[in-house]
């Protein structure tokens, strides 16, 4: 493995996708460093899978991508997560979670830490906040990062894990936030999502987190970009949706790989972002295979 790339740590849920037509990878950890992976970063995964069969071939799947998989607990006390899901007429994806999983008891392993000592991005969300035992985990992590380390809060609002109050308490301790519009319009303003106010809830959600660095994406419509008091918008480009499930996590990993690379100005980083996140929507699953 080559040490010289930036190294990216991914923390938080990873499990199976139960779509109609079959079973995929998944998790925003594991769909993250999937696709930071494939951009020339060092990722790891930093998550719990039960001693299964299907805990077994998530951590198989990825030493087979080719990123270290020793972040990845086995807990003898619970299963590996899996997530059923619905797909709606236009592709839009619908999750009943199961709780009580292993992902929900990540423990602190002697590895992620020394991982975290040397990163220089850190990636979590909100919904792997939902038990106690990994909001302990998390704090111990950040705390050990780097200061310079990227920390990139992506939030995940899926009732009923949506604390709002957690949401800002992490959001305060980021130094990207990333969510979408739904999201932005019920943490800025307790509204609901409305075209054409992105930037005027990016600002908001700024403001009240501390955050210079917002990012607001809007589906089909496309994503915004706050930073340092400057709005980018790009546009989203037409495709055929087959499921939106890791479109979101896609995003986020461009957008860090392209940081992280430091090569491109951030109308292009944003635009970049923007198609990796449509081309996933475009595809089935999470994490389908990269052709060149």
């Given amino acids: ?37 494939h951009h020339g970063v060092n990722a790891r995964v930093v998550s719990a899978v039960g001693r299964d069969v299907l805990g077994d071939e998530l951590r198989r799947r990825g030493a087979n991508w080719g ?10 006390d619970a299963p590996t997560g899996h997530v059923r899901v619905a797909i709606g007429n236009n592709g839009d994806a619908r ?12 423990p602190v392993t002697d590895a992620s830490l020394r991982a975290a000592a040397q990163a220089d991005a850190f990636i979590f969300g909100s919904l792997a906040q939902r038990s106690p035992p990994n909001r302990a985990t998390l704090d111990r992590l950040l705390a050990t990062l780097p200061r310079q380390a990227l920390r990139v809060f992506d939030a995940n609002l899926r009732p009923p894990h949506d604390d709002l109050e957690r949401v800002r308490e992490l959001a305060r301790k980021a130094t990207i ?9 019920r943490l800025a303003a307790n509204a609901s999502e409305t075209p054409g106010r992105e930037e005027t809830h990016a600002r908001l959600v700024s403001e009240m987190s501390g955050c210079g660095f917002v990012v607001v994406t809007a589906g089909a419509r496309g994503a915004g970009m706050l930073r340092d008091g400057r709005w980018l918008w790009e546009p989203g480009r037409p495709m055929q949706v087959a499921d939106t499930v890791g479109a979101g996590d896609a995003f986020v990993a461009s957008l860090v790989a392209h940081l992280l690379h430091g090569k491109m100005p951030d109308p292009e980083i944003l635009s970049r972002a923007c198609r990796l996140g449509e081309w996933v929507a475009s595809q089935r699953g999470a994490t389908p295979a990269y052709t060149s």
């Fill in 67 to 76: 990123f270290s998989t020793d972040g990845i607990a086995q807990l003898d």
């Fill in 177 to 185: 936030f990333k969510l979408n519009a739904t999201e932005a319009a």
């Fill in 1 to 37: 493995m080559n040490e010289t790339r930036p190294l990216a740590l991914c923390f938080g849920e990873i499990l199976w996708d139960f779509l109609p037509d079959g079973l995929f990878p998944g998790g925003a950890a594991l769909n993250a460093a999937y696709h930071l992976h």
């Fill in 95 to 106: 999750f009943d979670i199961v709780t009580h999983v292993a992902w929900d008891k990540i």
